[in-house]
């Protein structure tokens, strides 16, 4: 993690993206919950520290979901990225209450690109999107469990190109 000194040199409040892992742990027992509470806890305490501007973040299921309770919390603003019209259709009833609210407490709502017809093209806008939160942004805080080795090399190939300050924490590395 970076030492409080290299975070105080960023620009007073700056703009952050926040990128969670899919496969988050739900509320349970046993060490999901503890990897959920310090990943929470860790994730709070970056943000009292940096205390950003704004947060941009794709609200999708997972990590990201619940860092926008935290970011309500904090009282943050957010802008929720959405890749494309549709993206979030098939989102479970309990993740649709969390969108919705979510959805009434950002300052605003980015929609990327249209809905992908392959592949290939689902690739190309995650290129965009990732592209686009990068470029309006100071700062990445990555949140990801054992099992999104793919999605953070791709993150951090994207990262090392805009030339971005990031963190990346493995919440799951705690309790092992």
């Known amino acids: ?101 979510s959805l009434e407490n950002s300052d605003t709502v980015i929609t990327v690109g249209k809905p992908p017809k392959s592949i290939a093209e689902e690739y190309e806008l995650q290129n965009e999107v990732y592209d686009f939160m990068l470029s309006y942004t100071d700062f990445v805080i990555s949140m990801y469990g054992k099992n999104s080795q793919t999605k953070e090399d791709f993150l951090k190939d994207k990262v090392n190109k805009h030339d971005q300050s990031a963190v990346f924490i493995n919440y799951s590395l705690v309790y092992e």
């Open 1 to 101: 993690m970076m030492r409080s000194q290299e975070i105080q040199s960023f620009s007073d409040r700056p703009n952050i993206c926040i990128f969670g892992d899919k496969n988050f742990p739900d509320r349970s027992s046993g060490k999901p919950i503890q990897e959920r509470r310090e990943a929470l806890r860790k994730l709070e305490l970056l943000l009292l520290q940096i205390q950003p501007r704004k947060v941009y973040i794709i609200p999708e299921r997972g990590f990201n979901l619940t860092a926008l309770s935290l970011l309500n919390y904090l009282n943050i603003p957010y802008v929720l990225v959405n890749p494309h019209e549709g993206y979030f259709d098939n989102l479970q009833e309990k993740e649709k209450l969390k969108m919705s609210l």
